[in-house]
Every structure is written in C-alpha cells, then in structure tokens.
C-alpha cells in the first residue's frame, strides 16, 4: 500500500515532484496504432528458432552473462556495414536505454542538453533525470530543421549534448547529412543522431553512419523494436567512435543485458532478410494513409518513418477519443490539431481510413443534421 501522501510525503528529488511517468496508454483495442510497434507477423519459424536458442542457454542461466555482449556487437556492426567494427558498436536494453548511458556519461547537474522539438520526449525527460538542463532548438514551419539556424542556436547555447532525431517522431522528417555536419561542426560535445525509424526512410535519405569517420563526437543510435519488430525485446544500440563506447563503459549496470536477450537479439539478426521484408509494406500503408487524409478535410506531414502526423483537426483531444469509440487507438502527442497515426496492417489501415472518415464526415455536416462537433 502506498504512503497516504503518496509522493508527495516521500524525499523525492526535486525536480521529479508533481511529474506523471512517461508512457502511451496500454489500451485493448482492436487497432494499436500509438506505439509505433510493428504489427506485421513475425516470420514463420523465428519463434521456434528462438526457443531452440533459449533452450540451449537456459542451463547455464547461474551464470551471468557475457558483460560485453561481444558476439552480439559483431552482428550489429556486420548488419549496419559501413566497415564499422565490433569496437564501435554498443548495445543496451532498448535505444531508451542507450540514451540514458549516453548522458550518464556526457550529461550531468552542470551540463546541458539540446533538442529540436517537436522531437521525441524522452530525450528531455532523460535529460531530466540525470540532471543535465535540457534547451529547446526549433523546427521551421514545415517541422525540417533549418542548417543555419541550427547551427547559430548551437553556437549560441553551447549544450554539451546535442540530439538530432532522424527521421524525427512524431513529424517523420527526416534531417540531411548537410545539417547534421553543420551541428557537429558548432557543438563542442557529443551529437546524437537518434536514428530509431531510419530503415523506413523513402530512398535516397541517407544514413548519419556515413558521417561517423573523423567523427569522435558523434553517436548514432538504432533499436530493434521498430523495423526488426522486435518491440518486446527491448534491444537498442549504437555505433560511435570506439572510446564513445569505452565511455559507456564507465556508467553501464555491471552485465547489463541479459543471455536471453543477447541470445534471442542475435536469432532475429539471423532473420533479419525476412524481417526486414516487412518495411516495404509498412511504408505502403504509411503511403496510404498520407495519400487518404486529404479526402478527410486533413494534412499529413511526408513521412519517413513507420507514422504519419496528421493535422487539420478542430480538437485533438476529441477526435483521439472519438477514433477510441471507433476501436482505433492512435496518439495525441501535444501538437494542438495534430494525431499521429502508425502504419500497420492493410487491414489497420481500413480500419482506420473508415473511422477517420466518419469522424471527419461528423465534423463536416452541416449543424442541422446534429454534426457540429469538431475532431
Ligand atoms: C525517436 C525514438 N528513439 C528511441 C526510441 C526508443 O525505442 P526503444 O527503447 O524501444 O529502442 C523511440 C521509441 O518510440 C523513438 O521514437
């Protein structure tokens, strides 16, 4: 049971009081389009695979695991190529996870971190908890980040940690290697390039990998939960310069990352071809979807990642809600008038292209026929 005063009687620190956790609503709903999951099945016999994996380790479970996750790191250098070598590679439970040692290790009580929102809010919310002073850079009209501009905000504020989301949640956009290079050339301390959704980018979006050489402050982070599938997981990792690893090193939990997850992580690289082959039709129905909202009265922003942003609603709290009663779960993200909407299934898709025409229509119809609640 808890205290009476529930947090407020507790010595908790003070910047963490009168905070709500971090966290989408776990609905059982038919639709889950609000976690950016991938909802595809898996492939036949990964599962199967993976128990066979697990069954081999399982016996030697009163040991713990490898602590540098060697074997594992050797698969996510030869999965993400550019000649990057197992010393360059660092993996975590979840890219969650990876941020947090990333600013353990470069952030801190008299350090700052910058952002370019709206961007994904656990990079503030991280930055709070391991009391690095978190600053806002912004985004043009079109939610692109503008080199110059970015730069100039660098120059001027001088975080000591930089985060560039790419493609960005919970806009899609994706950000050039030119303003990547114009940020790393103003920031004096690490740059982040938080590459979660990067295997859904539209061709020709290039990757901040090829800009790593030379680079000793840069950091690109990945994860498995999105185009792999592999949400449940929790598998996140990273490719830098080696002694941004060995810097990692100094703050990560001893045996961090259990066999299992080494284990089964290292299965589904071993599938990743058929994994993978899910993406193209993710990006069809996030092609659809974007496609489609016109004829509902709404504006979706391009996309290049697994989501669209639509806008072009009255209210969005009422439409999330109103989309909920239809059995489709999305997510109000803060932006007034906008929802942003995971591409999942063609079946989602219907699904969900069916409920936004009908709250859109609600919206539209003339007063006397009782429709004048806007979405
Ligand atoms: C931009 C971005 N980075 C990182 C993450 C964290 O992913 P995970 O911890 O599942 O690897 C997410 C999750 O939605 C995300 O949107």
């Not at 490898?66 to 993400?80: E, K, M, S, V």
Request: hydrophobic fraction near 45%; aromatic fraction near 6%.
């Amino acid at each position: 049971m808890s205290a009476p005063n529930g947090l407020d009687a507790l010595p908790i620190r003070s910047e963490l009081r009168g905070r709500t956790p971090y966290g989408a609503p776990q609905l059982d709903v038919a639709v889950r389009l609000n976690t950016n999951e991938n909802s595809w099945p898996l492939p036949a016999g990964l599962a199967e695979s993976i128990a066979a994996a697990v069954g081999a380790v399982a016996g030697g479970l009163n040991r713990y695991p490898d602590r540098d996750a060697i074997a594992l790191r050797t698969d996510l250098a030869g999965y993400l190529g550019h000649e990057l070598t197992v010393a360059q590679l660092w993996a975590a439970n979840g890219s969650n996870e990876i941020l947090l040692q990333l600013l353990q290790a470069f952030g801190g009580s008299d350090r700052s971190a910058m952002g370019f929102t709206p961007s994904y809010s656990m990079h503030p919310l991280i930055s709070l908890s391991t009391s690095t002073t978190w600053r806002d850079g912004l985004r043009e009209a079109d939610f692109g980040i503008d080199a110059t501009r970015a730069a100039r905000a660098v120059r001027e504020h001088r975080p000591d940690v930089v985060f560039v989301t790419s493609p960005n949640n919970p806009t899609g956009t994706a950000v050039s290697l030119e303003t990547i290079e114009a940020v790393y050339a103003e920031a004096p301390g690490m740059v982040i390039v938080d590459e979660a959704y990067a295997e859904f980018a539209r061709p020709g979006t290039a990757s901040a990998l090829a800009l790593l050489p030379g680079r000793e402050r840069l950091v690109v982070t990945r994860t498995m939960s999105k185009a792999f599938g592999m949400a449940g997981l929790r598998l996140g990792y990273l490719a830098a310069d080696p002694a941004v690893v060995d810097a990692l090193q100094l703050v990560r939990l001893p045996y961090h990352l259990s066999t299992l997850t080494q284990v089964v992580a290292r299965v589904a690289l071993g599938y990743r071809d058929q994994l993978l082959a899910t993406v193209a039709s993710v990006c069809e129905q996030r092609d659809r979807i974007v496609s489609a909202a016109p004829a509902c009265g709404l504006r979706a922003v391009p996309s290049d990642a697994n989501f669209v942003l639509i806008g072009g609603f009255g209210n969005s709290g009422e439409a999330w809600q109103a989309l909920l009663d239809r059995g489709v779960l999305v997510r109000d993200v803060g932006i007034p008038g906008h929802l942003r909407i995971t591409a999942g299934t063609s079946a989602e898709t219907d699904a969900l292209l069916a409920a936004l025409q009908a709250i859109t229509e609600t919206a539209r119809r003339p007063a006397r026929d009782g429709g004048e609640s806007n979405p």
